[in-house]
């Protein structure tokens, strides 16, 4: 069944679960990124190091940074040889605990991203078409909660930000997997404030946030505001900032939409993707996106 963040109690925060600071090959040191993040508005920073011998295997503290209003996660990049394609896995873990143990030599990807999710993180594929991860990899990681369909470094590095295709492909053999978008920033060029998740919890807490990411209860977004989507009967309701087109899309070209100038609301029919499932894109005359996780309607 689905699970749509609209009417849990509390309220969205806005967080990036993907940063680099100097402790792996980031320009800012993890304060002035910590300040980076805060002074934008965002709610919550995950810092997320690459997880490898050369820079010590980083996991950040910081938990020194956390205010009334502000708070973090801590996590990191983990990787492991070895791909289809070569690379070695980039996998991202959020809610990890400080003395995770440095990856051993003979633990590939799906090992460790089990070790990640055991230890209690919240386990995403990295950026997929960034490296063209194949979709036999993708499936081999098991341990996955989700995969980062946007993410705002690969766009403007190497326009290789959005990574649908293999969600769509993973759905499609029935993982349960939800989308998250992030920056992954470095800043050594302009790549942060440009994708992000809105969490729905209880309390800006890094426990209540953690939960909520691991129960789906979020929507991602490069700008659009979702203020509602909510299924009824044979119906989808979904109202949100002013867009030019509000679409679902799901199994196979299976979709419906709407197109206007200032969308704020529509109605869309959830017949196209009955006992499957469907995922709503809102878009703005910016060319912004957000994005529910798709929505399962058996
Ligand atoms: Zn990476
Ligand atoms: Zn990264």
Redesign the pocket.
């Given at each position: 069944m689905h699970a749509l963040p609209f009417d849990k109690p509390g309220r969205f925060y806005r967080g990036n679960l993907?940063?680099?600071s100097t402790y792996s090959d980031g320009v800012l040191e993890p304060a002035a990124v910590v300040e980076a993040y805060r002074a934008r508005g965002y709610d919550f920073l995950a810092l997320?190091e690459?997880f490898l011998t050369r820079y010590d295997f980083p996991i950040i503290d910081t938990r020194q940074w956390r205010t009334a209003d502000f708070t973090t996660l801590i996590g990191a990049?983990l990787h492991a040889p070895a791909l289809e394609n070569g690379a070695a896995w980039?996998i991202?873990a959020v809610g990890l605990p400080l003395d995770f143990a440095p990856t051993a030599q003979d633990e590939d990807g799906p090992a460790l991203a089990a070790r990640a999710a055991a230890a209690g993180a919240f386990v995403g594929i990295?950026?997929p078409n960034w490296y063209a991860l194949t979709l036999d990899d993708a499936l081999s990681l098991g341990a996955a909660h989700a995969v980062e369909v946007y993410?705002t470094?690969c766009d403007v590095e190497v326009d290789r930000g959005y990574s649908w295709h293999i969600t769509e492909m993973l759905l499609g053999r029935g993982k349960r997997l939800t989308a998250f978008a992030t920056d992954?920033a470095?800043f050594r060029i302009a790549d942060a404030f440009g994708g992000w998740v809105q969490v729905r919890a209880a309390a800006l807490d890094p426990d209540a946030l953690l939960a909520a990411l691991k129960a789906g209860h979020f929507y991602s977004s490069q700008g659009p505001e979702l203020h509602d989507v909510r299924v009824d009967g044979d119906r989808l309701h979904i109202a949100c900032s002013p867009a030019r087109a509000i679409i679902a899309t799901g199994p196979g070209f299976s979709h419906a939409e709407v197109y206007g100038e200032a969308l704020e609301a529509c109605t869309l029919p959830l017949a196209p993707f009955a006992g499957r499932y469907c995922r709503v894109t809102v878009l703005d005359k910016q060319g912004k996106r957000a994005w529910t996780n798709p929505i399962w309607l058996d």
């Open positions: 993907h940063t680099h997320t690459h990049e980039h991202l990295a950026h993410n470094g992954d470095h």
